[in-house]
């Protein structure tokens, strides 16, 4: 690309840091991966950037290629700003962090057409429990850390699946039932699900809430252990959850 070419891109605005008084460094999620770029005035008292920089918002960003970077060119179009009742802003805050804190270990290109389906799932009303789960577990999928889900992790039996253990890495059968595992068929089912889900099947559905929220609560600190990273609105996320 030559200096001073304009692109005009779609993305989800994931991390806005500030940059002398009034501009940013801010990082987006686009269909072509993951970009950073200098916005100048944003923070500018009436600046008509202001709406698009608004964490997990989903704008057109109109960018200028600067010398080594990409400069915010022009006022870009919002799209959409998350919005909805306290459980569902928490979900888009969730999503917003994940997909921040996994950036180093994913494809972006990969991970886009997920965030928005989880986007637009959360717009449309669905279960944001079963979003945020689902969510979840395709960034782990994506990093490489998903679970065994098509058989027994540890004798490799089809049948006979009785529970999940995170510590070994999947599905256990009813031969190999340790202590730490988490036993249920319904548990097992969420589990199966979240890691098995694709682009082509994945449409909001609305998981079993008592099972998925226990696997949740489970999965998010299996990420923890994974990544070394600490998610930072859990807290209050599996408070409003818990209701």
Not at 120 to 132: A, H, M, Q, R, T
Not at 192 to 211: C, I
Not at 213 to 227: G, I, P
Request: proline share 2%; with cysteine.
């Amino acid at each position: 690309m030559s200096e001073g070419k304009e692109i005009r891109t779609k993305g989800f605005l994931l991390k806005s840091v500030p940059y002398h008084e009034t501009s940013s460094i801010a990082t987006i999620l686009t269909e072509d991966g993951f970009l950073s770029f200098r916005a100048s005035g944003v923070y500018k008292k009436n600046s008509h950037y202001l709406p698009l920089f608004n964490l997990m918002a989903e704008s057109y960003f109109l960018l200028k290629e600067g010398k080594g970077d990409y400069l915010l060119f022009k006022e870009g179009e919002l799209l959409s700003f998350p919005k909805g009742n306290l459980e569902t802003l928490l979900a888009y805050s969730f999503l917003g962090e994940i997909t921040w804190s996994s950036a180093k270990g994913i494809d972006g290109k990969e991970l886009y057409p997920y965030l928005a389906l989880a986007t637009k799932f959360l717009k449309e009303g669905k279960d944001p429990l079963s979003i945020v789960t689902s969510y979840l577990a395709i960034c782990l999928r994506l990093m490489g850390y998903g679970l065994t889900v098509d058989h027994c992790v540890l004798c490799g039996k089809e049948k006979g699946i009785v529970g999940v253990s995170f510590e070994e890495g999947g599905f256990i059968c009813h031969d190999e039932k340790r202590e730490g595992a988490h036993y249920g068929k319904t548990y097992c089912q969420v589990a199966y699900f979240t890691f098995k889900v694709d682009k082509s099947t994945w449409t909001g559905q609305n998981l079993p809430r008592e099972d998925t929220l226990l696997y949740f609560k489970d999965l998010t600190s299996y990420y923890t252990e994974q990544l070394g990273k600490k998610i930072e609105g859990l807290s209050m996320f599996f408070d409003v959850l818990k209701g």
